[in-house]
């Protein structure tokens, strides 16, 4: 139990494009669903949080403009990368807490803006 | 400010021998502590837990070890197999709070042969 999956698993985008990354739990309801980024060798930095039918809370230094947080469904969160650049490709990772605090993880998301 | 630390980036063990992985963390409102193991392109793995409540939590060849006096917990994995060779993250949180997990640095083991 506790599969969280993504898609897509890795992406190639042009400069000034959009990409949106989708986040599922598969077995289980996902109240929060949590977005974090993995720069290379450096631990994983929390982006936001995301709650079911509310308003993403973003941490700081992280713009909600250009990272759109989406949580439609218990099951579903998606994060779409605006007018992307160089900058942003990384490694993008989503998680998500059923009834306990455990957090289960998404494969993740290799994202390079050419 | 980094609230949980994990001091040593890296550890190398013989298979069959005892990994310990330590971590800190500064942060008194903790109270629950948990271990994730990371294989390169891949999201963290739970592996284990600990309330704040308990000083030991075991799970097969894994034991995690919480000293709340020293802000200090390990995890022991006994005997260390050459698969259990990746980064392994220790994260905490605050119970009823907003559940954001704080991690560490991680620390890559490598078990070998």
């Known amino acids: 139990g506790a599969v969280v999956s993504q898609h897509p698993s890795w992406v190639i985008c042009k400069s000034g494009t959009s990409v949106k990354i989708e986040c599922r739990s598969l077995?289980?309801?996902?109240?929060?669903m949590f977005w974090y980024r993995q720069f290379p060798k450096q631990s994983l930095m929390l982006m936001a949080t995301?709650?079911?039918?509310?308003?993403?809370?973003?941490e700081q230094g992280v713009e909600k403009d250009k990272f759109l947080i989406n949580h439609a469904s218990l099951t579903l969160s998606t994060l779409t990368v605006t007018s992307a650049h160089p900058e942003d490709s990384s490694f993008y990772i989503c998680?998500?807490?059923?009834?306990?605090?455990?957090?289960?993880f998404g494969p993740g998301t290799r994202l390079t803006v050419t | 400010d980094q609230q949980v630390k994990q001091n040593s980036p890296s550890l190398s063990v013989q298979e069959g021998r005892i990994s310990i992985l330590n971590c800190d963390y500064t942060?008194?409102?903790?109270?629950?502590f948990l271990w994730y193991k990371k294989y390169p392109a891949e999201g963290p793995t739970f592996l284990i837990s600990?309330?704040?409540?308990?000083d030991k939590n075991e799970d097969g060849r894994f034991t995690v070890f919480l000293n709340k006096s020293a802000k200090h917990l390990s995890l022991h994995i006994v005997p260390s197999q050459p698969g259990d060779s990746a980064v392994y993250f220790c994260?905490?949180?605050?119970?009823?709070?907003?559940?954001?997990?704080?991690f560490g640095k991680g620390t890559k083991l490598t078990v070998n042969p």
């Open positions: 994260a905490a949180l605050t119970q009823g709070g907003s559940e954001k997990l704080v």
């Open positions: 995301s709650n079911e039918g509310s308003k993403a809370t973003y």
């Open positions: 077995d289980f309801q996902a109240t929060t």
């Open positions: 600990i309330s704040s409540i308990k």
């Open positions: 998680s998500a807490t059923g009834q306990g605090h455990e957090q289960y």
């Open positions: 942060n008194s409102m903790f109270d629950y």
